[in-house]
């Protein structure tokens, strides 16, 4: 069963707006994780936030999370047409050592 | 360094026929995972590896899948018979213990 859930499932932008994307989960977790899935390509990994930070950065990214609420954020600031891809967050169970995926956001960031 | 490899990357067969699903893990990671993709469930984790042993195949749907890593450096995901609704994209990945996992391109596999 889905552990994260994207929030929204479809995001249209321009570039240079910022894109912010939500993801709610169940359960206690250990980290949670952000993924990058480009059309017709595997995930790549953007950034993981363990259950004690509150907020990291890299680049142009910017996760939040907030345990209390079970929910994460991953803004990315100044998009580019290169951004356009599908963002999937994805957790770590509390006890487990596996992943559990959203079904994901597709973001269109257009020139 | 190479990536995950996967192979083919394509596959179209008739339903009832076998189908394998290749993958080469970076070299060193400890684990190795499988993973089906639809747009109905979105991804799926269907059984993992480390160092070589299955640890959890919870998530194989049914007796028709079966998965092997006979070594550290290749694994194969089995489908016997195949039916049209094991049409998906199967993406191998792997990684180092706790460490974010490396996905190859997938296998996008269609059963007629």
């Known amino acids: 069963s889905q552990q994260g859930e994207e929030d929204p499932q479809a995001l249209s932008i321009q570039e240079g707006e910022n894109a912010t994307m939500n993801c709610s989960y169940k359960t206690s977790i250990n980290n949670l994780q952000w993924y990058r899935q480009n059309s017709g390509r595997g995930l790549v990994h953007l950034i993981l936030i363990r259950s004690n930070e509150r907020e990291k950065h890299s680049g142009r990214l910017r996760v939040t999370l907030d345990t209390s609420k079970k929910s994460s954020s991953l803004l990315i600031t100044a998009s580019r047409a290169a951004d356009t891809a599908s963002y999937f967050c994805a957790t770590v169970p509390s006890g487990y050592s596996t992943l559990t995926f959203g079904k994901g956001t597709m973001l269109l960031v257009s020139p | 360094d190479a990536g995950v490899i996967q192979s083919p990357r394509h596959e179209v067969t008739e339903m009832g026929q076998e189908v394998t699903l290749r993958c080469k893990p970076i070299s060193g990671h400890d684990y190795l995972f499988w993973y089906r993709q639809t747009m109905m469930r979105g991804l799926e984790l269907l059984i993992y590896f480390n160092n070589n042993v299955p640890i959890d195949d919870s998530g194989m749907p049914e007796d028709r899948f079966s998965a092997k890593m006979p070594n550290a450096s290749f694994s194969t995901l089995k489908i016997q018979p195949s039916e049209p609704r094991d049409s998906a994209v199967y993406f191998c990945?792997?990684?180092?213990?706790?460490?974010?996992?490396?996905f190859g391109d997938g296998t996008r596999l269609s059963i007629l």
């Open positions: 990945a792997s990684s180092f213990p706790g460490r974010p996992q490396h």
